[in-house]
């Protein structure tokens, strides 16, 4: 069974910088797509990027040039940096890993972005 587990949320300031990391219990070349998502208060969860096995990547057009998905195939965790964030940016972030079987998820971590 595959697992995952988010880390790095936190509490930042408006302007500031998280790095979000997705910790597999498989090596990450077994998941031909992996993704961010998020969900905040009230709201529908929504993609946020994603990464395919070839590295190919595409984002939510709101964190275009702020946010980098990245992933090496042959270690465990997959990252998201973020930069620049705002008020908007508050909410639970999700990865999400896809084999052949289906769609696997973490549990979230809480990314706050508040002065």
């Known amino acids: 069974q595959v697992q995952l587990v988010e880390s790095g949320g936190s509490l930042v300031q408006p302007g500031g910088s998280l790095r979000l990391s997705c910790a597999a219990s498989?090596?990450?070349?077994?998941?031909?797509?992996m993704a961010w998502y998020r969900q905040a208060p009230g709201k529908q969860r929504e993609f946020v990027a994603n990464?395919?096995?070839?590295?190919?990547?595409n984002y939510l057009d709101s964190v275009k040039g702020r946010f980098t998905i990245s992933r090496d195939n042959g270690e465990k965790t997959m990252y998201l940096q973020m930069s620049n964030l705002t008020s908007e940016d508050t909410a639970m972030y999700y990865c999400?890993?896809?084999?052949?079987?289906?769609?696997?998820w973490g549990q979230g971590t809480q990314v706050t972005v508040s002065s």
């Open positions: 999400q890993a896809t084999t052949g079987l289906g769609a696997y």
């Open positions: 990464i395919d096995s070839a590295y190919r990547t």
């Open positions: 498989e090596r990450l070349w077994m998941f031909y797509m």
